[in-house]
């Protein structure tokens, strides 16, 4: 059974302070849930995530998927600023629709003392189809 | 909800003509189920799947999840023998035990005209914990 | 031996119309080169593109990775605005120095009637290592 | 300068004691060269190598490149039996032509004292055309 090494308010603290260009206070980034295995992430509907015809940017489900997943490792590990990406595989599967948040609920599948892999499945507004589904691959520091 | 396009007993019949190498009857991949959205694949445990140090090789696992994904989109389509693999990406996440037969479980994530994308999570004995994910997308021929 | 259908003057024109979010005019991206089988994309350096730490973020490397894998393909098929990205594959292999620009040399590997796949090189400055390697996959409409 | 830490003989001797079920003393896969930061491997047509149409299977193609990675790793840090692969990503191009060998080029992309990554190409008899393009991450056991 895990435990959540951090609550939600200290996972905003701390990205806040290091992560200030994405998570902002007001911003755009919600942390739903964390609870050490899995976390649920939403992103608020903005024009500035659109692409031609009106669909959810690739680009900003990368970005926000990655976020995902660092945010459910850090729900595991506890504050490891340095933890990096180091592979992430994202197969694109429906347009997201439009004026609808996304939603990001990743999961931990591999949680090791060097690397932690996890699974993202990416939801736009109430629809249960995903949008885009990832697995990252994130390198933990030695102490 | 889904339905099967092919029942076991035909999916099987069909593999065993179309890819005699890999599906023989009495050999080591067995059908479990087969719904049209998700399959249960089993490879009875042999000799020839382990690598040095007695776990299993990345290649079966790369060989049994590639199977998983053709037989739930035949379950999903019926029988197209010229669909074919045009992405996997698997992670290897810990060692099968020896001695223990390996699991492959798929689920069809988008299944569109042309592409078709799955996941399948693969376990080893009665263990839980998977042993690697892949995500795999198809190419279906245009009629 | 490729020809391209569009020149840079061209591919620039149709991506400020396109996609303005990305390539505007006077904007980060510039397009180097354009050949029907190869592209150069140059993103200026500027402090948005800076995780903790001052590397260069993952996000901004997706994202100037995809632009690459989109405008190799206007090069080598013409103004097609409807082809999406349907699988990229990310390595992150060191890190982007702070304050140099990011290049992104894509590569057609196969142009097929449908499909398009193709890889990108990412460097930092003027060192040759790459900062990360992407594979990418498009979709492209039938006409 | 890349010098190899181990010469092709080394390699064979070293992949026959270790891996004898794929590299066998006259089997199927031969090393041509392998320099610290490339390899050149090439698998002997064999009728176990196709799947229906008469086209390379993918398994096969997979298991392939999943060797090179090992061999070229092997050749720019020593013999080093427990290093394993943690992500194989394939994109599958083109068919490789029957009665053909297949032609693996390996790269080195990164070399860390962790992990390492490369790119694999593989080509079918004398066509200069891939038929499937391989990254792949080795995780290198700490001393």
């Known amino acids: 059974m895990p435990v959540a090494k951090m609550s939600v308010i ?4 701390f990205l806040h302070v ?20 899995t976390c649920l992430l939403r992103q ?5 995530m659109l692409r031609p015809g009106g669909t959810v940017s690739g680009p900003t489900l990368m970005a926000l998927a ?8 850090l729900s595991a ?3 490891v600023g340095l933890a990096v990406t180091t592979n992430l595989n ?31 499945s990416l939801t ?9 589904h990832v697995t990252a691959t994130y390198s ?3 102490p």
Chains 1, 2, 3, 4 share one sequence.
């Open 90 to 120: 994202i197969n694109f599967l429906r347009k997201g629709a439009p004026g609808q948040d996304v939603l990001a609920a990743a999961k931990i599948l591999k949680l090791g003392k060097r690397l932690a892999v996890g699974e993202v």
């Open 77 to 79: 590990i506890g504050p």
């Open 44 to 48: 608020r509907y903005s024009e500035a």
């Open 140 to 142: 933990i520091p030695t």
């Open 18 to 37: 290091e992560f200030p260009q994405v998570f902002r206070t007001g911003g755009d980034i919600l942390i739903e849930s964390a609870d050490g295995e």
């Open 66 to 73: 990655d976020c995902a997943m660092y945010v459910v490792l």
């Open 10 to 13: 200290e996972l905003e603290r």
């Open 124 to 132: 736009s507004g109430a629809s249960p189809e995903p949008i885009a």
